[in-house]
């Protein structure tokens, strides 16, 4: 059993952070104890804390499923975070603000391009397929994942990133909502423009092979501490490029294949 009085602080201290937007150095340096394990117990927590102030679960979103981040973030595993309502930025929001990610809300804010699915049907268990999730998904979109480490410099053990959420931080859902039998997932590719030049390209296959592959992972993740994906929540199935910072002033393009582009404006 964990530590209630460790996981009680850790999440206090992480939503703290996130809410007054300062950076913590590593939790795992002072607290060795803090591996996946305990950090699922601390993510936990902060969703409870978050339900409790009125925040909705609205899904979870993968981590660290394609190499390119693996190797970056130097943590070799798959991880999963909640997603609630107030991480949705909306359209509308975006419009409000000149086409840019509100960056008062956050601390360090990066983006990445992804395939974000909407669910039909719950979706659970250790041994669930990638066809269950293939019957599971309702639409598929083009994703913008918002990433947003409470620690320095994105710097973090997988205990610590766990327990923050996957740096979770908000997400822009793209312009168009397809069948998945219309798609070939693996082979939907991202074009990365920063001001107007390619940084970045992938398709869907640099994430664990394909995304619904990612997203049963998520499934698995999600079973060992008894949880499960319900119909209509939404599933961020992870980076399939690295992140870029979105320092004020870029403006960043993700075009996909077929699912559309989103577009953030630099200043
Ligand atoms: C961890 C979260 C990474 C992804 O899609 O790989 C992530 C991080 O890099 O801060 O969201």
């Not at 902060?46 to 009125?54: D, I, K, N, V, Y």
Request: charged share 25%; no cysteine; glycine share 8%.
């Amino acid at each position: 059993m964990p530590n209630t009085a460790l996981v009680e602080e850790l999440a206090t201290t992480l939503i703290r952070a996130e809410d007054e937007r300062q950076n913590l150095t590593s939790l795992a340096d002072q607290h060795p104890e803090l591996d996946e394990e305990l950090g699922y117990a601390v993510q936990d927590r902060t969703l409870q804390l978050r339900e409790a102030r009125g925040e909705q679960l609205v899904g979870i979103k993968l981590g660290l499923t394609s190499k390119a981040k693996q190797q970056r973030m130097n943590v070799d595993t798959p991880i999963v975070g909640w997603l609630t309502n107030v991480h949705r930025i909306t359209d509308a929001q975006l419009a409000a603000n000149d086409g840019r990610i509100p960056e008062d809300l956050f601390i360090h804010p990066r983006v990445e391009p992804e395939i974000f699915v909407t669910l039909k049907h719950d979706l659970e268990g250790a041994d669930v397929t990638t066809e269950d999730v293939r019957a599971a998904i309702d639409k598929v979109y083009a994703g913008l994942d918002v990433i947003d480490s409470r620690y320095q410099d994105f710097r973090f053990t997988l205990g610590d990133v766990v327990a923050d959420n996957a740096s979770g931080a908000g997400f822009v859902l793209g312009p168009i909502g397809l069948n998945v039998d219309d798609l070939d997932l693996a082979l939907e590719a991202v074009v990365v423009e920063v001001d107007g030049e390619v940084v970045d390209t992938a398709t869907g296959a640099a994430i664990l092979g394909h995304p619904l592959n990612a997203i049963a992972e998520g499934v698995r993740l999600l079973a060992r501490r008894g949880r499960k994906l319900e119909a209509g929540q939404i599933v961020l199935a992870g980076a399939m490029t690295d992140a870029v910072a979105t320092n004020v002033g870029r403006s960043i393009t993700f075009h996909f294949t077929n699912l559309g582009s989103i577009r953030l404006r630099g200043t």
